[in-house]
């Protein structure tokens, strides 16, 4: 089946502007992340989305950084007032979480490059 | 808090060899899971092995296997007969027993297999 999806591939835009990226999990995933790869912090959770619960939201690092989930399954990450630090690629991932619990397998997209000039 | 180290941030290996690759980890949580993730230049995270902490058998797959030494914190990757397509970064993982929980990676080790 299709794995996780993300647009845009790459996304150029100038300092101030809004940016929208949105993220497709796999079909039947509950869980899903959001993270950002950037050249000086790494790999940085930003949020998860799990169900119907609200979203934990410990890892935006301002409040022009949101996310929703729409119906549990498509997610839009959205960047508001860019700034220069806020390039990165930014990664979601989806997991179907067991009924057992235990850490369910992370499918990762293959993220969004946003450049912010 | 849990943290994830990588103390090689590059590693070059021959086509055919083998080579292994270091992290360490620290956590005051006795349940977890453990990760090595490759990230390719397509930028895709695929993930290559997993480790539960209550296991005390090393996890294989293929060519690939972890040594997890639970009271030293480490969870190193040994791939055997390195191949070109090995060539990518490596990321070291963690996770609290909670498919809740969100992935802590390591910085990464960048890993050349040369011809």
């Known amino acids: 089946g299709a794995g996780v999806s993300q647009s845009p591939s790459n996304k150029v835009t100038e300092k101030g502007k809004d940016v929208e990226l949105r993220c497709d999990p796999i079909?039947?995933?509950?869980?899903l992340y959001w993270y950002r790869q950037s050249l000086g912090q790494g790999l940085e959770f930003l949020i998860y989305?799990?169900?119907?619960?609200?979203?934990?939201k410990s890892g935006l690092p301002s409040d022009r950084f949101s996310a929703e989930r729409t119906g549990g399954s498509v997610s839009t990450l959205t960047i508001q007032r860019t700034q220069q630090e806020d390039s990165a690629v930014y990664l979601c991932?989806?997991?179907?979480?067991?009924?057992?619990?235990?850490?369910?397998?992370?499918?990762f997209g293959p993220g969004t490059r946003l450049t912010v000039l | 808090a849990q943290t994830v180290t990588q103390s090689q941030p590059e590693m070059s290996v021959q086509e055919a060899e083998t080579v292994t690759l270091s992290c360490t980890y620290d956590?005051?949580?006795?349940?977890?899971?453990l990760f090595w993730y490759k990230q390719p230049p397509s930028r895709q995270m695929i993930l290559v092995i997993r480790?539960?902490?209550?296991?005390?058998q090393n996890a294989t797959e293929n060519r690939f296997s972890v040594n997890f030494q639970k009271a030293a914190k480490s969870f190193s990757l040994k791939i055997s007969d390195s191949q070109l397509g090995d060539t990518a970064m490596y990321f070291c993982?963690?996770?609290?027993?909670?498919?809740?929980?969100?992935?802590?990676f390591g910085g990464g080790t960048r890993l050349m297999v040369k011809p």
């Open positions: 989305f799990q169900g119907n619960s609200a979203p934990d």
């Open positions: 993982a963690f996770i609290h027993n909670n498919a809740g929980n969100m992935l802590t």
């Open positions: 079909s039947g995933h509950t869980a």
């Open positions: 956590t005051s949580e006795n349940n977890y899971y």
């Open positions: 480790q539960e902490a209550y296991k005390q």
């Open positions: 991932a989806s997991s179907l979480r067991g009924a057992s619990g235990g850490a369910g397998e992370q499918f």
